[in-house]
């Protein structure tokens, strides 16, 4: 099971990006899904959450700007973000709960991390 995250770039201020999270692999099912961020000297912090069932939460600092949303039928997560600043300059990942075969086929619950991908916005 991998999770592979792209859609990075260098953006304006103001500009915009989506962000994608594909889930690969044996999967029964996707629970929640998560957006980190990690700035350069900072610590990961949260920046999205969605529900299996679509439920939505984000941080303050993004609220009004980023949309978080899933395609189930392609097991993807996407982070809508608009109206960039500076500080979205981060290196974004997607964390999953998730539910899997493993390699001798037993069912495994586990949360996964994408491999991250680079957001950088001039101003």
């Known amino acids: 099971v991998q999770l592979q995250a792209s859609g990075g770039g260098l953006a304006q201020t103001g500009g915009s990006l989506r962000l994608s999270c594909v889930v690969s692999?044996?999967?029964?099912?996707?629970?929640?899904v998560d957006w980190y961020r990690q700035a350069p000297g900072k610590q990961r912090e949260p920046v999205a959450a969605?529900?299996?069932?679509?439920?939505?939460n984000y941080a303050d600092s993004v609220k009004g700007r980023f949309t978080i949303s899933r395609d189930n039928a392609k097991n993807t997560v996407y982070l809508q973000m608009n109206s960039l600043k500076p500080e979205d300059t981060a290196i974004y990942y997607c964390?999953?709960?998730?539910?899997?075969?493993?390699?001798?086929?037993?069912?495994?619950?586990?949360?996964?991390w994408g491999q991250g991908t680079q957001v950088t916005v001039s101003s």
């Open positions: 964390y999953a709960d998730l539910n899997y075969y493993s390699s001798n086929e037993e069912i495994v619950a586990h949360k996964k």
């Open positions: 692999g044996s999967i029964i099912r996707i629970n929640a």
């Open positions: 969605i529900t299996s069932a679509g439920s939505t």
